[in-house]
Nanobody
């Protein structure tokens, strides 16, 4: 069992930056791949980024490549999503998730554990 809690969301102007954090507890954090997903109002949940358990492999949605980075600190049981050059279309609830898959999978159905989400709003 893994419990996940996101933080760091908020309101930012277009072009600005935010860093989301996801703290994990329960089973060994370093043994799970972590992912970030987002869901905008009226839309399906979408993959944003993922990082494997060692941090050596990362995966990004095309819409965020070059703007977002993902990292993790296993000593702190935390994964981060650094979001730069934010756009209004990045507005969504952002969720972190954990999976026992060994690769940085972009498929939401492969994630077992989910946080409650944190709201990110980008104003134009």
């Amino acid at each position: 069992q893994v419990q996940l809690v996101e933080s760091g969301g908020g309101l930012v102007q277009a072009g600005g930056s935010l860093r989301l954090s996801c703290s994990g507890s329960g089973r060994s954090f370093s043994s799970v791949t972590m992912g970030w997903f987002r869901q905008a109002p009226g839309k399906e949940r979408m993959f944003v980024a993922a990082i494997n358990k060692s941090g050596g492999s990362r995966n990004f949605a095309d819409s965020v490549k070059g703007r977002f980075t993902i990292s993790r600190d296993n000593a702190k049981n935390t994964v981060y999503l650094q979001m730069n050059s934010l756009k209004p279309e990045d507005t969504a609830i952002y969720y972190c998730a954990a999976t026992e898959k060994i690769w940085a999978t972009p498929y939401g159905h492969e994630y077992t554990y989910w946080g409650q989400g944190t709201q990110v709003t980008v104003s134009s």
